[in-house]
């Protein structure tokens, strides 16, 4: 079992965000901004399907899994919370978030469903959102002019997702979720996830009249496709959910855990069952 400690950030949301917080760059600010409008409902979202997870197993099973889960919860919890402060003040930017509610419509689709279904989702969007975490942690100069506040936000919510991303895949097999669904499931969140990201990427700089820019563009490439691109990097371990024997602790670094230990007077715990 995975020991997870909630951890209570301590910056301060309330001053507004600038428009271009991303170092100044038009495209990288509406690709953090969409990411960041997904998180409050994929987030609770995933906190339901953790529970209902553990609702289904056996009495004496559960006793093993409700710490890792209560920590789960904490964590996911507390980034749905400092998310939708942010998400507040981007909104003051004229940016409309399209993502949470077809988000919203599709996840009704699967209400009610066996667990194991939604475990599934959340296994295969929180490999996602690990790559993304990982490469973040591994390339932190993409926040280079930033605020400080800003680039804390994003590489702690990067090192908690590192540090949490096995819990939804070891449930979905304590449950006996098998491999067939599991790559089934992968293919449709890897096709709903990229397309949703693209849209609201790009109507974040249609409202911000920054899309047809040259040097837009020119950003997109470099974020997906240069040397150091998220496309570039990812395609590997992207790839390697799909076999038989993976398992999400077989893509391993310090990273997580050392920006952890290396940034504590940036955070506060408050033990493994807050949220």
């Known amino acids: 079992m995975t020991e997870l400690i909630v951890r209570r950030l301590l910056i301060d949301l309330a001053p507004p965000v600038p428009r271009h917080w991303c170092g100044g760059d038009p495209f990288l600010t509406a690709w953090f901004n969409a990411l960041s409008m997904s998180f409050p409902v994929g987030e609770q979202f995933f906190i339901d399907s953790v529970r209902n997870g553990l609702a289904a197993l ?33 909104a003051q930017h004229g940016l409309v978030n399209d993502w949470e509610p077809r ?17 599934a989702i959340t296994a295969a969007n929180e490999h996602f959102t690990a790559l993304f975490a990982e490469w973040l942690l591994a390339h932190p100069a993409w926040l280079d002019h930033s605020e400080p506040r ?23 097999r304590a449950l006996g979720g098998d491999l067939a669904w599991r790559r089934r499931w992968m293919r449709r969140v890897t096709l709903i996830f990229l397309s949703d990201a693209a849209r609201q990427t790009v109507a974040n700089l249609r409202r911000d009249g920054t899309l047809w820019r ?14 150091a691109g998220l496309l570039r990097t990812g395609l590997g371990a992207w790839a390697r959910y799909f076999r038989a024997d993976f398992h999400p602790a077989q893509d391993t670094s310090e990273r997580s855990a050392r920006w952890l230990a290396d940034h504590r007077a940036l955070y506060r715990p408050v033990g493994p069952a807050a949220g």
């Open 58 to 90: 056996p009495a004496e099973a559960r006793a093993v899994w409700e710490p890792e889960v209560r920590g789960f919860v904490g964590q996911e919890a507390t980034h749905r919370h400092i998310h939708a402060l942010f998400n507040a003040q981007i």
């Open 103 to 119: 988000a919203r419509e599709r996840l009704r689709l699967v209400e009610g469903a066996d667990p194991r279904h939604g475990l």
């Open 150 to 172: 800003l680039q804390t936000l994003w590489l702690w919510h990067s090192a908690e997702e590192a540090e949490h991303k096995c819990t939804a895949f070891d449930l979905y």
């Open 214 to 227: 040259w040097s837009t563009w020119r950003s997109a490439a470099r974020l997906l496709f240069g040397r």
